[in-house]
């Protein structure tokens, strides 16, 4: 199984970006799945979940109310649609899914929550 990030790039503060992660194999849609980010110098840290069934999601204090993360378990991919980019949003942001299946909609925010983890894709928000 492989998580594959897509749809980062460079773009000016208050613009906006989509990022898609597509996972191979068939069992994407029982897992719930997180988005995080780094930047340099700094820890990787969580932006978003979700829950396996969509039902529920997270989102950090500083991206709320402007990104929103979702899922089309059809076609096995999370998203992570980024508005009103700031300058302080630039990083590398990676999706992740989480060690075992899930049996609830629970939500998950730790690393140590996840084990598969895609390459990473480079966002830059400039000023």
């Known amino acids: 199984v492989q998580l594959v990030e897509s749809g980062g790039g460079l773009v000016q503060a208050g613009g906006s970006l989509r990022l898609s992660c597509a996972a191979s194999g068939r069992t994407f849609s029982t897992y719930a799945m997180g988005w995080f980010r780094q930047a340099p110098g700094k820890e990787r840290e969580v932006v978003a979940a979700?829950?396996?069934?969509?039902?529920?999601?997270y989102y950090t204090d500083f991206v709320k109310g402007r990104f929103t993360i979702s899922r089309d378990n059809a076609k096995n991919t999370v998203y992570l649609q980024m508005n009103s980019l700031k300058p302080e949003d630039t990083a590398v942001y990676y999706c992740a899914r989480r060690r075992v299946p899930a049996t609830y909609s629970s939500l998950y925010t730790s690393l140590s929550d996840y084990d598969l983890w895609g390459q990473g894709t480079q966002v830059t928000v400039s000023s």
């Open positions: 979700i829950s396996w069934t969509g039902s529920n999601t």
